[in-house]
């Protein structure tokens, strides 16, 4: 399987929704694709620390991920990779495709200079704990989230 | 006690790496101050998204925040509020700042359009845990952290 990873493309934009949506955890928050995704797009395409990127086989959409790059003074002045809503289409999961997007992140945000990545994982995955420590992450903090 | 709000300026940055570094988790890796520091502070100046707070006793720089908005596709389009490196002058905690630091960090994420708050912190601090939880937040994620 040959495996192509570019940013996306508003014509991906609603493939991807369905990819974020399709997740028993998220499902019921993502929302059926409409005018606030295509806003979401837009905002990430106008921001220069921000890349949704998908990966395509055979034309096919078949997984993505949102990378912020963060400048900080923290940790010596580091920039850090934030990795938000990593999906892989359910029925091509267990095949390693999660593992080389992670590793397409990392690339990524090494020529972006940053230093660390981080992410956080709702605490109802387990199996996704498992995956992320798989890559070498530690699993070192508590995620808040708070709505506002 | 009058506390102001601001934006950090450049000749804040050396108060601003004390008070990051004056914390026993990250005294080791905060570094002294120095390039990396400047180089990072102009990366944060330069970002639409992102701003270094500070906030303003009596003339001194009491206490920090770094925050981050980002937009993205999950949760109906929601844009976030990252919140990083919160820090209060250990002379002065317990008097309610970090409180005060946090509300204008979400009045600031509101105003940018942010429905999320969301932050990770070191397993070794169960006070801040607490302290986020007294916030509303929901401690419902497992955070990793991988150097690259």
Chains 1, 2 share one sequence.
Do not use: W
């Not at 995704?37 to 220069?48: D, G, K, M, N, V």
């Not at 992410?119 to 995620?143: N, W």
């Amino acid at each position: 399987m040959e495996l192509i990873f570019r940013e996306a493309r508003l014509d991906d934009l609603e493939r991807v929704v369905e990819l974020i949506a399709d997740d028993a955890v998220a499902a019921r928050r993502t929302g059926t694709y409409g005018e606030p995704h295509l806003r979401a797009f837009e905002a990430i395409t106008a921001s220069p620390d921000n890349e949704l990127v998908v990966v395509e086989s055979d034309g096919a959409v078949i997984g993505v991920m949102q990378l912020t790059f963060i400048p900080g003074i923290s940790r010596n002045g580091a920039s850090r990779l934030l990795v938000e809503a990593v999906r892989v289409s359910s029925e091509l999961r267990g095949q390693g495709i999660g593992r080389l997007l992670m590793e397409h992140a990392h690339e990524r945000g090494r020529e972006r200079g940053c230093v660390l990545a981080q992410l956080t994982s709702d605490k109802q995955r387990p199996e996704a704990h498992r995956f992320y420590r798989s890559l070498g992450y530690e699993q070192s903090h508590e995620g808040f989230k708070l709505p506002l």
